[in-house]
């Protein structure tokens, strides 16, 4: 069965694909390249020994995607990636998010609400914001956007619903992520951030590797156990495998209604400082880190509630953090070409 993967080059994209792949689908993925390199598709033929179709393509025009699906007319879901993600650099081009995150959406659905199938959508936590209560539940509340990209997911989940309610043939599912690390055990595929990483693992892993002189923490006066602020951090091959079970659920018929929504995340909170001692922990090192002003725009904590995903979709995340630490750390060691 064939299924379509935007954005199946990047970081979540690309370990989707080989879990895809290893449970017998055929992927096409479409990617613009703007951010993630062709080079991804050798990564992913290596681990799974099959090669995706694959068309570079920008989603935002309109024609081009229509041709594309013409070419592909068996195509029976979609998993939807592609999507500009720098918080910052949101705030300084909205309208290259609102953009590029709403028009690429809009596009899709025109063609799958006209043909019927399944569409799985990346979202976020960041949908919460700062949730009044801990775990956080689907149910809690949307809070206002902090940036144009966090609206673009919390717009981007309105159209998917508003779309739903009236084309009974779409079936979709939102996965809101929490913070998604690691990469493929293989260390074949991985997150290759363009420039500074803006993210704390990609930060430590380039630290160790000595590319980045320290990390700096971002506050440690937070109400936290230790002061810093505290995340769901989860491995980016469970996160991956949840998409195919979700995939799977639509496909065979067991949706609830056409429309749902599932957090993914370990259920669990750890420190900043946690994250550290974990990479020294998997690394054998010592980072060079020191605490500095608070980030603006940070919330103290944010940890998922999973009952729902592991109960309605089965899935639960398996690996630990010291499971993901060390494989953002092989991955870190294969692209430098050094062991450290
Ligand atoms: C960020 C995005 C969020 C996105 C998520 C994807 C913001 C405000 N939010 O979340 O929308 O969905 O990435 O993974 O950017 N930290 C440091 N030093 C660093 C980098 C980070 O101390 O150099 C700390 C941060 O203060 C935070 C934690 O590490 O407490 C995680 O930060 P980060 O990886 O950027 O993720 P989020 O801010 O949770």
Redesign the pocket.
């Known amino acids: 069965m064939k299924i379509l993967v935007t954005g199946g080059l990047g970081f979540i994209g690309s370990h989707t694909v080989v879990e895809l792949q290893n449970k017998g689908f055929e992927v096409v993925i479409i990617d613009d390249c703007s951010n993630a390199s062709e080079d991804v598709l050798e990564g992913i033929s290596r681990i799974s020994g099959q090669n995706p179709i694959f068309e570079k393509l920008d989603l935002r025009e309109g024609h081009k995607v229509q041709d594309f699906f013409e070419r592909h007319p068996d195509i029976k879901g979609i998993i939807h990636f592609a999507a500009s993600k720098a ?1 910052g650099e949101s705030m300084e081009k909205p309208l290259l998010y609102y953009e590029n995150n709403l028009h690429s959406l809009i596009y899709l659905l025109k063609r799958i609400s006209a043909t019927g199938g399944a569409f799985i959508f990346s979202s ?3 949908v919460y914001g700062q949730a009044d209560q801990m775990p956080i539940t689907e149910d809690a509340p949307v809070k206002p956007a ?2 144009p ?2 609206n673009t997911k919390q717009m981007g989940e309105e159209i998917l619903r508003d779309t739903c309610s009236v084309t009974p043939g779409l079936k979709a599912i939102s996965l809101r ?1 929490f ?2 690390i690691g990469a493929h055990p293989s260390a074949e595929i991985g997150e290759l951030p363009i420039g500074v990483p ?4 990609p ?1 430590i892993t380039q630290t160790g590797a000595g590319i980045r002189k320290e ?5 440690n006066d937070y109400p936290t156990s230790d002061g ?2 505290v ?1 769901d951090y989860i491995h980016v091959v469970d996160l991956a495998k949840a998409h195919v079970v979700a995939m799977e659920r639509i496909l065979n018929g067991k949706q609830e209604g056409n429309y749902e929504i599932f957090n993914l995340g370990t259920g669990k909170g750890s420190t ?1 400082l946690e994250v550290i001692e974990s990479f020294q922990r998997v690394s054998g090192m010592n980072l060079n880190y020191r605490i500095v002003d608070r ?1 603006p ?2 919330i103290t904590e ?1 940890y998922a509630d999973t009952t729902k995903a592991n109960r309605i979709l089965g899935w639960k995340a398996e690996s630990t953090l010291d499971d993901a630490m060390r494989s953002a750390w092989d991955w870190e060691k294969k692209i430098r070409e050094k062991d450290f």
């Open positions: 918080v976020s936590c960041t902090e940036s990209y966090g992520y913070n998604p803006q993210n704390l693992v930060f990390l700096s923490v971002f506050g810093t602020c995340r900043v980030r725009g940070d944010a």
